[in-house]
């Protein structure tokens, strides 16, 4: 009689320690196929995708630029088209770089700053504006340049990363309540 409940408790030990076991492969096994949603510094990898990847959808491409320049119907050389793609282009780079920056960096906020007069930026009151890396993935129209010719830029946030302080700043947030606001069409030209 002993040694049926001694093997019946040694059975249960058993069957306790491979349930244990396969609960661990079964979990194991869900972790290996999906990819992690936090990196080791905490911040979701989400967030941290380059706006490359998106960009083309909401911004134009230098051929759109081209031929949306030619088909106006104001006199403009071909030297001045190019130019115009040329400079909305290479704003664009521009601040897909200072995200990526900011990314290694890792830079929560960034502000929109004015390298020049902007008449077409002007209604929209981007200035003393700010947004924040996970509105930029979610809302890749937010990076400048809006307009053919916009001078607005877009600048890390250096500081203690903590939103209040840039209130204290007189910056503001540009998405209030969740709503994204209406931004140039890019098909402005400001010469």
């Not at 959808?57 to 071909?78: A, C, G, H, M, W």
Request: net charge negative; hydrophobic share 40%; aromatic share 8%.
């Amino acid at each position: 009689m002993i040694l049926a409940v001694a093997g019946i408790i040694i059975f249960l030990v058993f069957a306790l320690i491979a349930i244990r076991v396969g609960s661990r492969k079964e979990g194991s096994t869900a972790t290996e196929a999906e990819p992690p949603l936090i990196h080791n510094s905490g911040i979701y990898s989400i967030v941290r995708k380059s706006p490359r990847e998106t960009i083309g959808e909401v911004k134009p491409s230098r051929d759109e630029i081209i031929k949306y320049l030619r088909t106006q119907n104001v006199t403009i050389t071909d030297e001045d088209v190019n130019i115009a793609a040329d400079q909305f282009l290479a704003s664009l780079e521009n601040s897909i770089v200072e995200i990526e920056s900011g990314d290694k960096e890792g830079v929560e906020f960034y502000s929109y700053h004015f390298t020049g007069d902007d008449p077409m930026c002007d209604p929209y009151h981007l200035k003393n504006q700010f947004i924040s890396r996970a509105q930029i993935f979610k809302y890749p129209k937010l990076i400048p340049p809006f307009h053919l010719g916009c001078a607005c830029a877009l600048k890390r946030y250096h500081g203690s990363e903590n939103l209040r302080q840039t209130t204290v700043m007189g910056m503001v947030p540009l998405i209030k309540g969740g709503v994204v606001p209406h931004l140039p069409d890019w098909t402005l030209w400001s010469r």
